[in-house]
Structure formats: C-alpha cells, structure tokens
C-alpha cells in the first residue's frame, strides 16, 4: 500500500479515479452560489413545493414564497407582531393553495395553523404545552395526512397526527421522546414512521399506535438531531448527533458512524431524481457536505458559500438545482446533477475485478476478484488483496501466496491478529501490476 494514501477515501478517489469527486458529486467548487433572496427576513425552514415549483421559507414572522415563474418573493408574515414564527411549513399536493404550518408563540410553546388561499389568512388548530413544531410530513399514499412533531425541554413536545390537512390535530402516544427533531416517512410502506430526539430514533409500523426503539449502534447518552430516508431504497436511513453521521441499511435496526469529521448535521436532503446523492449542512462550523453513494462516503463543497449561518436544505423537484437557506441573509441556490453518467467518468486504468457478497453482512462475506493477466500473460506479478477502515487503518492483508491459489478469500470480520473488527465501513483494495480496483463492505453486528 503506498504511504501518500493515507484515507481509504483518498485510495478509492483519487488513486482510481483523479477527478471523480467533483464530477460525481455535481457540485463543481467552480459552481457559483447565486442569491435569490429574500432579503428582509430571518429564515427558520425551508421547503419545497415539487407540484407547483415553488419554494417556501418559514420566517421570524411568518412565511415568504417563491414561485420560480415569477422570480418574486410574496410575504405572508406579520411584521412586528411576538410569536409568530413558522419553525416548519408543508403544502398539500391535492390542494394547491393550502399550507400547513408549526410555529412558536411568544413564550416558546407550539401550535399550529393553516391556510387555504396562500396564506392571506390562517386558521389556529392546535395549541401545545410542549415547544415548538419543528417538522411536518406527508403520507405520500394519503394526501390528507399529515404528521408533525415538537421540540421541547421542559414540558413533553407533542407527536401529532392529521386525517383532514390539519385541520385537526390528534396527539400520539407513547412514542418514547420528550423532545423530538424530525420525522421520516418510508414512502413505500407509509405507516411506517421514523421519529428522531432525545429517544434516538424511533419507530411505528402502524401509522403512529406503537412505537419501539430503532437505535442499535446509536449512543445512548446522545440524542439524535435529525433522520432522513432514501425513497430509492427505504430501508437506508441517515441521522446525525455530537458524533457525526451515521447510516442504517436495516431500517434502522443496526447503525454505524460513517463520518465523524465536524458532521454534526442539522437537516439531510435527498435528491429526489437521483437519491444516491444526499447532502447535508452542519454547523460548528457550517459547510455543504455531499455524498454520491447513499450517505456512505462524503465530501465538503461548501465553496465561497456567502451566507453564513446555514438553516436548512432542499432540492428542486427536477433535481437540478439546490437551495440553502442562510438564517440572516436569504435563500442560496448552486446548480446540480440528477444523475451520473458513464462517459462523464474519469475511468480507472485497469482492469482487475473485485467483487463482494453478501454486503452488507454478519458474520463473513465471500471476496470475489478476476485478475485477467494470470490467465492472458506468462508473466505473472505479485497481488495483495487489503481491508481499511474508514480511518485507514490498514485490518486485514492478503498477500499473493493466498489470493493467487483462488479467484476469493472469506472475510469474517477479523483482522490479521484474528481478532473481531467493531461493525462500521470498510474498504478492501486489490493491487496488481500497478493496477488497482476498489469496494465498500458494510460489516453489521
């Protein structure tokens, strides 16, 4: 293994493929951060409106939005009055004009409101002795149902549900928090419910009645600050605490840190065209970090991000573009990528094989590699076949007297002392001839 790689990141990016970060990840550090405002307003929330293409920012005062056809933002907020603060906003996809909001009063306890005309007016439904509703989110098979959870650190935030668009709101029980941060819901089986807080991560396969913990690998003494789902593949979850990020390939049965390099992260956003790409913003300090593999591996494109203090994320519906929205100075958009396309890929000078399975896995996952030289030349030169972690730290080593008896090798999660490695991302690398080829093996516990 040469000594310049000193992250399995860097063997996998950089020594296979020079340039592959800034191409796959669609966020070219020359891609220019471009301000579409508003101006005049402290943003809490961001969100996204696909069926309309139009973008809402939750505001100190209200709301502001946006429709991309007029290039204008149009206020809904009340300028000067104490509590009126919107920490979460939804539409309805059936209903154009309907908006549902989760605010804060004036001595920080939630409730809710919504509109049916754009948000001239709106109609107080529900009041909370717990704090503010941080988060709304859809059924996406029950356009009339919505669910909303709130953030609180003295008196229990509430849990809610809503049959009617929010008109109503019911309180849940029993789902373990006592203050919450964000909800997500898996798209292909809708009462299946996530909740992240002080509880970790929680979870209700029947639209809210029963809760369990869905925490295994989180640290207990450490509460979640945010979860997403793929809606690629809703078995992958991502959420973040003090530690970094971590990701779930189970549902949320087992979790493992896959970035632990000042990622504290306050929102995760996946994009909906391509939702291999998901990116997230952190603060402490504030960057754009993105990945390309479903959370697995990620990278700072930041750039000459001007706003400061970031508060939220979204991604346009198409995809092409995403916005950040900074708490004190508006709404910042940089072009995107939907998808990654072969021909737009540096491609790796070689052409050694190397391939797992199961992955992720348990207890052993079967190594599989095609080295063509041993079977088209008479010269044949020494191979190694390597695992890393994702620190790069060189665990286990395979030299040519063992990979060149077979086309595999079995790894049971052992290093070469045969001692067990903890479960978390690995990375194993062939090496031959000078050519290199490259994975990512999940190990669960």
């Given amino acids: 293994m040469n000594g310049k790689f000193v992250k399995v990141f860097c063997i996998i990016l950089l020594s296979l493929c020079p340039g592959i970060v800034q191409t796959v990840s669609g966020f070219n ?39 991309f056809a007029t290039g204008e933002w149009i206020q809904r907020e009340d300028v000067g009055s104490m509590g009126r603060q919107v920490m979460s906003l939804i539409t309805c996809s059936s209903v154009p004009a309907w908006i549902i909001t989760g605010r804060e009063n004036a001595f920080w306890k939630g409730y809710m409101e919504y509109s049916d005309d754009w948000g ?13 509703f941080v988060d709304i989110q859809n059924n996406p098979d029950e356009p009339d149902t919505y ?16 049959t009617d668009r929010g008109v109503t709101w019911n309180p849940l029980t029993n789902y373990l928090h006592t203050f919450m941060t964000e909800i997500a819901i898996n798209p292909d089986y809708p009462d299946t419910i996530y909740v992240s807080g002080d509880a970790l991560v929680t979870r209700s ?57 000042d990622s504290q992260c306050q929102h995760f956003a996946f994009n909906p065209v391509n939702p291999e790409v998901v990116v997230c913003i952190t603060f402490s300090p504030y960057r754009l970090l993105v ?17 400061g203090t970031m508060i939220d994320v979204a991604f346009s519906g198409d995809g092409d573009s995403l916005y950040v ?3 004190y100075s508006g709404v910042y958009s940089m072009k995107s990528t939907t998808g990654i396309e072969d021909d737009d890929l540096p491609q790796p000078d070689c052409s050694i094989l190397c391939q797992s399975s199961p ?24 191979a190694s076949l390597e695992i ?32 067990e490695v903890p479960a978390g991302v690995y990375f194993v690398l062939l090496s031959s001839s000078g050519d290199n080829a490259a994975g990512k093996l999940i190990l669960l516990r």
């Avoid at 001239?120 to 503010?132: A, D, L, P, V």
């Avoid at 669910?147 to 809503?162: H, M, N, R, V």
């Avoid at 990945?291 to 706003?307: A, F, I, K, R």
């Avoid at 992955?359 to 020494?382: C, G, K, M």
């Fill in 147 to 162: 669910y909303s959870c709130a953030w609180s650190d003295i008196t229990p935030g509430d849990l809610l549900k809503s």
């Fill in 120 to 132: 001239i007016t709106n109609t107080y439904t529900y009041s909370s002795e717990g704090g503010q």
């Fill in 359 to 382: 992955n992720p896995f348990r207890q052993s996952t079967e190594i599989r590699y095609f080295l063509p030289e041993r079977v088209n030349s008479n010269q044949i030169s020494a």
């Fill in 29 to 67: 550090p020359e891609n220019e951060w471009v301000s579409i405002g508003p101006s005049d307003a402290m943003i809490m929330c961001l969100h996204m409106d696909t069926a309309n293409n139009i973008l809402f920012a939750g505001t100190v005062d209200g709301f502001q939005y946006y429709p």
């Fill in 291 to 307: 990945s390309v593999d479903s959370g697995l591996v990620w990278e700072d494109c930041t750039g000459d991000y001007p706003g």
């Fill in 325 to 327: 929205a900074s708490v």
């Fill in 205 to 261: 396969t029947d639209g809210g009645v029963t809760w369990v913990q869905a925490s295994s690998g989180l640290p207990v003494s450490l509460g979640v600050y945010c979860v997403a789902i793929n809606p690629g593949n809703p078995q992958i979850l991502m959420a973040s605490n003090a530690n970094g990020i971590y990701r779930t390939v189970d549902g949320g049965d087992s979790w493992i840190l896959v970035n632990s390099e």
């Fill in 388 to 419: 890393y972690d994702i620190n790069g730290r060189l665990v286990r080593h395979w030299d040519d007297s063992i990979i060149g008896l077979s086309n595999h090798v079995i790894w049971d999660g052992t290093d070469d002392s045969f001692r």
